[in-house]
């Protein structure tokens, strides 16, 4: 307690109440007025206490009015109590801080825990859902990898239906062609009966005498061979954007330019019907390691418009093609019995291969097609790629003995077909080591009609018993 106001004869603070403490006089509360604003001390720290209370005063009294009705006026220090409010303010902030940051790290522990339970596990299957349905097909293809499943028991639950929807999937497309089961997909619709009319290319493929390596063979051991055949071939069919139409037997039936478009179809199936016999050599090899017998195929190709589609009933269906020009490949496929050969060509096909880059050459002509009216064609057989090495000129030659030969025989002047065609054989087998079976075979032939020449409305086309 002390006179913080008393500048002439300051006095030190007591601590205690003093009775006998004087108090001096003030002329007037303008004095004390001035006082107060000259003192040493912050106006927030001093507090004014008067008796009466201000508040009862009148608000229109004059300053002597004022003078004899206040009766007494004190100021107070109060800053030591502004300075502990001020500290328990600050306390009080850094508890609330305190707490407030003690949420955040409990909140962002738990929002870590959602991320992982259920953000992650729901993100990576809205990618495997969106790959699958941009037709992204790696997300389906996890036969050989562990699937983990992480998440709440519901994420967990629907990661586990979503698994067994991509098994289905992946089942569905061993029964369908990939690229069908791709646009059901992608066009979110069900499968509808629909067929359209399509100029494609169709290969048909058989393996040779298979009824007898069958029967030589235990079940499983066939089951073995003829699982690593249709595996192999049927990769090379999709490595050149053609499909599986269906497997009857040991046999294969693929398509190409359907359903997804190919102008080049008809390359693109003798560029897969020449890479299978080379990955038949493959095979075989594998197949030797294995105590297995070596297989070789014949196959057909032939290039026309039939319907394809969804064909069946509501609840069962299957895409295919139907037509006149459907049955041609396996027919050109049959034919290569005859003439030794492992692959023959229709002519709609051969007419739309880059000549510069194939060498082929006419087989036959035929009656390809079952009509009243019947049409001789060609039939061709594509002898690979032309390469560049010194084999050309000698696979060409041989082509060449072997198409002059033929065309006599086509002309009826079978007495030099003869001479020609062995001529063709045996430098085929003295030049390039190979025995050529379609010339063996038409020399025979031209054998047999130089001794009984055929009618003079005869065309070209064998019509005696097959030797």
Same mark, same amino acid.
């Given at each position: 307690?002390?006179?913080?106001?008393?500048? @002439? =004869?300051?006095?030190?603070?007591?601590t205690e109440v003093d009775p006998s403490w004087y108090w001096p006089d003030r002329s007037s509360l303008e004095h004390i007025n001035w006082l107060v604003k000259n003192a040493a001390y912050r106006m927030e720290d001093m507090i004014l206490l008067q008796l009466p209370d201000g508040d009862r005063l009148s608000e229109e009294a004059s300053p002597e009015e004022l003078n004899e009705e206040v009766r007494a006026v004190a100021v107070l220090d109060i800053r030591s109590f502004k300075q502990q409010v001020a500290l328990e303010s600050f306390m009080t902030t850094c508890f609330v801080l305190c707490i407030i940051l003690?949420?955040?790290?409990?909140? /962002? %522990?738990?929002? $870590?825990?959602?991320? %992982?339970?259920l953000l992650k596990p729901i993100r990576s299957l809205a990618d495997e859902m969106q790959s699958i349905a941009t037709m992204q097909l790696a997300a389906l293809n996890q036969d050989d990898q562990k699937i983990v499943l992480t998440g709440v028991a519901e994420v967990r639950l629907i990661q586990n239906i979503f698994e067994k929807t991509k098994t289905a999937i992946r089942s569905w497309g061993k029964y369908v062609p990939w690229p069908v089961v791709q646009q059901l997909l992608a066009a979110g619709i069900d499968a509808e009966q629909g067929v359209s009319e399509k100029e494609v290319t169709m290969f048909f493929s058989d393996?040779?005498?298979? /009824? /007898?390596?069958? =029967?030589k063979l235990p079940p499983e051991r066939s089951l073995i061979l003829l699982s690593r055949y249709f595996n192999d071939m049927s990769s090379v069919i999709d490595s050149q954007q053609g499909i599986v139409i269906e497997f009857i037997g040991d046999a294969i039936l693929s398509v190409f330019g359907a359903p997804s478009k190919n102008k080049d179809h008809a390359e693109a199936a003798i560029r897969a019907t020449l890479k299978m016999l080379k990955a038949l050599d493959r095979m075989n090899s594998w197949s030797v390691a294995h105590g297995l017998p070596k297989v070789s195929i014949r196959c057909g190709v032939h290039t026309g418009e039939v319907l394809v589609g969804n064909m069946g009933f509501h609840s069962r269906m299957k895409y295919g093609i139907?037509? @006149? !020009?459907? !049955?041609?490949?396996?027919?050109? @496929? @049959?034919? *290569? %019995? !005859?003439? $030794?050969? *492992? !692959?023959l060509v229709s002519k709609a096909t051969y007419r739309k291969l880059p000549h510069d880059v194939y060498l082929t050459r006419v087989v036959d002509y035929i009656y390809l097609r079952k009509d009243a009216d019947l049409k001789v064609e060609p039939v061709y057989q594509v002898l690979g790629k032309i390469s560049k090495d010194g084999g050309k000129q000698r696979m060409e030659d041989m082509v060449s003995r072997y198409e002059t030969a033929l065309q006599s025989y086509k002309n009826k002047n079978f007495e030099l077909a003869v001479k020609q065609f062995e001529k063709a054989s045996k430098k085929t087998k003295s030049e390039l080591g190979l025995e050529d079976k379609a010339a063996t075979l038409m020399h025979s032939r031209a054998l047999a009609y130089s001794k009984n020449p055929p009618p003079p409305t005869w065309d070209g086309v064998w019509d005696g018993p097959e030797s």
């Open positions: 307690m002390c006179d913080i106001l008393d500048q @002439e =004869e300051p006095r030190p603070c007591l003690g949420g955040i790290v409990a909140l /962002t %522990k738990d929002l $870590g825990g959602f991320s %992982k339970n393996i040779a005498s298979f /009824t /007898t390596i069958v =029967e139907v037509g @006149e !020009n459907a !049955n041609i490949p396996a027919r050109l @496929e @049959e034919l *290569n %019995k !005859n003439y $030794g050969t *492992n !692959n």
